[in-house]
């Protein structure tokens, strides 16, 4: 029985707000023929992903008795500072596991029928424990049988920022009562044994290692694998990763261009689910120095440029015993881009009214309707389309995702 934190439904059009806390929340939805997707503002975190046509529930519940989350965004660290702590500049901060974007309420940005994005920025609660200002979009996209994934973090500050992001996804694992976790399997697009680095009991790096042997790709969640806590696997040894049911058919399996990933339940607690984990970033070593800027996977912005990644959740079909279609699969790229300076944005913005043809990166030529009071937002038809989409347009013109025609 699902233990659902929310009980309103929204269409990607309208939201519903619940007070959880003192603090006011709100759930969107996603649809397409194929998969429902429910996105909450808190943490811009997945919900609930679901076939259509069978109910089959693919996301984990969220059930504090095991893990009391789904599909958190780790972000600006993966994993744990040692000792909790990271140096910047002579200055010492201090920063809990995953870092906050999980437990923050974002923003949101843009949304229609099926793609919305949300947004986070820092405050001054986050500059104590991270020495950045920063802004993180978070999107989700549904197309066919996948959901994409993506990511995006541009640098406001005048000089370079490091930070680490991945993905926690938690997928129910096994899909029916009756069925042991035992006895399903994960899947890799690789042959080659798996070489895994091992946390110790402080959530750190050891020197030790594991080696998985794969038969035919796969190997057995077997009922150990993760007393030990996370499987952290580095060094791009894969970048597609499944769950397989008994009968041998992969139900679901997501791809990546992360250098690493994890893959993880609770330890010693028979919880049924699997998290497959996209990083860019991992915990410290036990000796490691406490440098922010000489973190292993990290990442690094130079002042005004933008990271981009992409990640695709793929539903498979199953009819029978035969594996069906798979969602079509979105490759993850790298995207530095040298954004517009403030006074070419606000120039931009000034020449922005209804009527105005424009061209966006992603969606093509479109017209502008309406455009907000403060210029912040406009929405824009684009062409093929039957509803307009909303547009931040100081976001989009920095990035250059927009430009006048």
């Excluded at 399997?185 to 959530?203: A, R, W």
């Excluded at 990166?361 to 907000?372: D, F, L, M, N, W």
Aim: some cysteine.
């Amino acid at each position: 029985m699902q233990n659902r934190e929310f009980s309103c439904i929204m269409t990607a059009s309208d939201r519903c707000l619940k007070t959880r806390g003192g603090r006011k929340m709100a759930e969107y939805q996603l649809k397409n023929q194929e998969l429902t997707l429910k996105i909450s503002s808190k943490g811009a975190e997945m919900k609930s992903l679901q076939d259509n046509k069978t109910n089959q529930e693919y996301l984990w519940h969220g059930d504090s008795e095991y893990w009391g989350r789904t599909s958190p965004v780790l972000f600006p660290i993966v994993g744990n500072y040692r000792e909790k702590e990271s140096v910047f500049e002579g200055k010492t901060y201090s920063m809990s596991q995953h870092g906050f974007a999980r437990d923050m309420e974002f923003t949101l940005e843009s949304q229609n029928k099926e793609e919305i994005w949300f947004e986070l920025k820092e405050n001054e609660e986050t500059l104590k424990k991270y020495p950045f200002a920063f802004r993180l979009h978070l999107g989700y996209r549904l197309n066919g049988r996948s959901v994409e994934v993506f990511w995006k973090v541009e640098n406001p500050n005048e000089k370079k920022m490091y930070f680490s992001i991945g993905g926690h996804p938690a997928f129910n694992c096994p899909l029916k009562a009756e069925e042991k976790q035992s006895d399903y399997q994960l899947s890799f697009d690789t042959d080659k044994t798996l070489v895994c680095s091992i946390l110790g009991e402080t959530g750190l790096l050891t020197a030790r290692k594991k080696e998985f042997e794969l038969t035919n790709h796969k190997m057995r969640i077997v009922e150990d694998l993760f007393d030990e806590d996370a499987l952290i696997i580095e060094g791009n040894q894969a970048k597609r990763v499944g769950l397989v049911n008994p009968q041998g058919e992969t139900y679901l399996e997501v791809e990546f261009d992360a250098p690493l990933f994890g893959i993880w339940s609770p330890a010693k607690k028979s919880a049924p689910f699997v998290c497959i984990e996209p990083w860019y970033g991992r915990s410290d070593k036990e000796d490691f120095s406490k440098k922010l800027e000489e973190r292993e996977w990290g990442n690094e912005l130079e002042a005004g440029e933008v990271f981009e990644k992409t990640t695709s959740l793929n539903a498979v079909r199953r009819t029978g015993t035969a594996v069906g279609t798979r969602g079509s699969l979105l490759k993850t790229s790298d995207k530095k881009m040298q954004k517009l300076s403030p006074k070419e944005v606000e120039a931009c913005i000034c020449a922005c009214g209804p009527g105005r043809k424009i061209l966006h990166q992603k969606y093509g030529t479109g017209r502008i309707v309406s455009v907000s009071g403060d210029g912040s937002i406009a929405e824009i038809l684009f062409e093929g389309e039957d509803s307009t989409r909303k547009i931040s347009l100081p976001i989009a013109f920095a990035g250059k995702i927009l430009t006048l025609k």
